[in-house]
């Protein structure tokens, strides 16, 4: 970036602009453990900021990097290109909850559980729920359109925005959307931008859709001998026509991984465990929680423990909420894939994954969103044997070829990012990624926003 550049930066942003190697290496960095440093990062306060950064960008011809929390499993807000980091930080104001159209209206700074704390005082209830939800932001849920467990019920963040206000890669302010329960006028230029990893435009304010807040919950932990058992346990919930609230699966691997740092009351037979949640009124919360025992009994469960009570759903979400603390005991790196196949498909993809870990001499922990048919494999090495690298990255191939095989997406919350990179045309096939080409240059002329990001071609930003 230009000396010119950082000095209009500056007039921009005042002290709200930072170009030291301090302040840069702090957004250097995601989840995924990879580093690129940006030139300088930049804390807007409103979208007229934004508009001018990217105009700024456009006539300079640097990358802009949208950035939330930095949660993300895909590289999708690292700055693979340098630029400047937009943090959404200093935009994080819940600016209304509107109890009499079930909406809210937030800045893309605002942490995900925040939000689901206001909603919850009106007794509304915001469904998605990303692991991240603690510190991941809105934002950043909206630009990798962030699911969570409750997904199987509820959707995922695309089916909760409403409407969006945007600074688009040319730097055109532009309002999409709606502020009613419906809308059809024209395309759908939200659902253009929610999922678009901030590579066509930088949110600056969010309509979203609320729920009334369930009455009650209950939860089951069912253990079972096999991961077979336990994913046709999952489709045989679903043909019961009952629609859980959260269906987590965990295999063998991951029960292991767990009993390595935390004591677990379980049977040794014990080699897949299915939790379950429903919730609703409380005579329906009752009859589902009947319906859902009877069909994990049917696929074989060895044992099924169930709770009402906050104290005991604690208990037993505690195996589910212990594995990604217990991964890091296992090995140091782990590339941790987010694949969904057709709930139908999860058997023949569960057993799929044993097999090639044995064949391959990897250590492949598996657990999820099996009610989605959304498995996180996690692939854990040691980063330091160069052979067992190779392993890791060709079964990562295998993987994302047998996930299309079998009619399933090699991402169902994570995103492309860069992860995933190399294998994006394996999905949509070149004519998908052409179309997609187009659409950016539409939004993005100059390839400003986030650069580098989705396929593996450059863009036309250059440094």
């Not at 250097?28 to 409103?46: C, S």
């Not at 937030?106 to 206001?118: F, H, S």
């Not at 809105?138 to 467990?149: D, L, R, S």
């Not at 799929?352 to 498995?375: C, K, P, Y």
């Amino acid at each position: 970036m230009e000396a010119t550049s950082r000095t209009c930066l500056k007039d921009i942003f005042g002290d709200r602009f930072k170009d030291s190697p301090e302040d840069r290496l702090c957004y250097a960095y995601d989840a995924t453990g990879k580093e690129f440093l940006p030139d300088a990062v930049a804390y807007p306060v409103d979208a007229e900021e934004v508009r001018q950064a990217i105009l700024l960008a456009n006539e300079r011809r640097f990358p802009v990097i949208p950035r939330g929390a930095g949660s993300g499993f895909s590289g999708g807000c690292l700055p693979v290109r340098g630029g400047l980091v937009l943090s959404t930080e200093r935009m994080n104001r819940v600016l209304s909850i509107d109890p009499a159209n079930l909406l809210a209206v937030v800045e893309p700074g605002v942490v995900t559980e925040t939000l689901k704390e206001e909603a919850r005082r009106f007794s509304l209830f915001y469904p998605p729920d990303p692991a991240s939800m603690k510190f991941g932001t809105i934002g950043g849920n909206i630009a990798e359109c962030a699911g969570g467990m409750s997904a199987v019920k509820y959707g995922v963040t695309r089916d909760y925005v409403l409407g969006l206000e945007a600074v688009l890669g040319s730097g055109e302010m532009i309002r999409t959307g709606v502020s009613t329960a419906k809308g059809v006028v024209g395309y759908d230029l939200t659902r253009m931008l929610v999922g678009s990893e901030g590579t066509l435009g930088f949110v600056t304010r969010a309509t979203l859709r609320l729920l009334p807040l369930p009455e009650s919950t209950g939860t089951l932990l069912a253990l079972f001998r096999d991961n077979g058992e336990a994913s046709r346990a999952v489709a045989g919930i679903v043909e019961a026509r009952i629609t859980p609230s959260a269906m987590e699966l965990m295999d063998r691997s991951a029960i292991d991984c767990v009993r390595r740092v935390v004591a677990l009351d379980l049977p040794e037979e014990t080699g897949c465990a299915l939790l379950v949640e429903v919730d609703g009124a409380p005579p329906s919360v009752a009859s589902e929680l009947e319906g859902v025992e009877m069909a994990l009994r049917a696929y074989g469960a060895i044992e099924v423990r169930r709770a009402t009570d906050g104290p005991g759903r604690e208990r037993l979400w505690k195996l589910r909420r212990s594995i990604s603390p217990a991964l890091r005991k296992i090995a140091p790196v782990k590339l941790n894939e987010d694949i969904v196949v057709p709930r139908s498909a999860l058997p023949e993809m569960m057993a799929f994954l044993s097999e090639l870990a044995a064949r391959e001499r990897l250590t492949i922990v598996n657990f999820g969103h099996a009610g989605d048919g959304n498995i996180h494999v996690n692939v854990m090495i040691s980063g330091t044997d160069s052979d067992e690298r190779r392993r890791a990255d060709a079964a990562v191939e295998t993987i994302f070829r047998k996930t299309v095989d079998l009619g399933g997406t090699i991402s169902g919350e994570h995103g492309v990012g860069i992860s995933k990179a190399p294998f994006f045309e394996m999905e949509v096939g070149p004519l998908g990624v052409s179309v997609m080409k187009r659409l950016k240059a539409a939004f993005d002329p100059n390839g400003i926003l986030n650069p580098g990001k989705i396929w593996l071609e450059e863009s036309a930003v250059t440094r």
